[in-house]
């Protein structure tokens, strides 16, 4: 099938240090290449893929500091993909909000996929008003707060299979936080139960101006307050490996309904269990017991971190490869596209066979 992906433009894909959805966009891109179709990726135009590319801003809006709205970026990359809308079977949007008025007359060869929370009240008005555009959850628990809408699938992320290092023995002896500093992912209760377990913590993390004073006022003096807690920043795919491949545990203590989790999955190719909080995807993702522990309060994570010699780190890397692998991602969604009412299977060909050409510039 000749396939369109649509991606934020705030990171490259995929991003050179955090970021979630550029990410899978990229994983998801490379897979579907792989596996033989022909797919066009809208994204930054620092973004490395084997894809063909459509550069659509110069760089990562988010790298960019002369960049201060992405709105006009982002309505500019949807005039390009309205202008290219008839080269594609299917088009896959990942970029929440921005595109339903322009896909409505075509709908059908569409899906999105929900990336974010969708527990919020300014939403339950959008979905009602676009109830037909068909829709792809990344869990089941992220559905709940929706009214009726064209649920097509639910598909888990997925890693390359190689992107991560199995480590049977790590080195480090200490537990792990990675991703986001802010309130609903309580970096505050890793660093409680790393104090109350008599562990060292190392948090990976990236700081967003939105989070700044969460980290000022809040984290930044209990990291100060602990001898057994080292601060590391925000870290790259390189240093990722080293850092979940080593450590004894990931500590995931969330609080608030998290969609899916990219780090539990990234922790589970390392071979390393997850601690995590029982709230968003959490039991769709962690199989208590085997990957990691399901807990429902402090003090259940403090006693699970005394069981993770309970847990084999082989069944935790063999979770990952049968669950949330690229190639099973691709293969969901290659599933849900041939489903779709509209895709059209032969439009690449019939194009080609036009001798049609397109006016935008992409690169490979």
Known sequence: MKIAQIAPLAEACPPKLYGGTERIVAYLTDELVRQGHEVTLFASGDSQTS??????????????????????????????????FDDFDVIHFHTDLFHYPLIREFADRTVTTLHGRLDLPDLQPFFRTFSEVPL??????????????????TVYHGLPADLLPYKAQPTGGYLAFLGRISPEKRPDRAIEIAARSGQELRIAAKVDRADQAYWDEKIAPLVAAHDNIHWIGEINDQQKAEFLGNARALLFPIGWPEPFGLVMIEAMACGTPVIAFNHGSVPEVIDHGMSGFIVNGMDEAVEAVGRLGDISRAQVRASFDERFTAERMAADYATIYRDLSGSRRDAARLRRRRGDGVDLQVVA
């Open 136 to 153: 792809v959850s990344i869990s089941d628990d992220q559905r709940a707060p929706m009214p009726p809408v064209n649920w097509v699938g």
């Open 51 to 84: 894809a063909t590319l459509v550069p659509c801003t110069e760089m990562a809006l988010r790298l960019n500091p002369a960049v201060k709205d992405f709105l006009p970026y982002h309505v500019l990359m949807l005039e390009q993909v309205r202008r290219r």
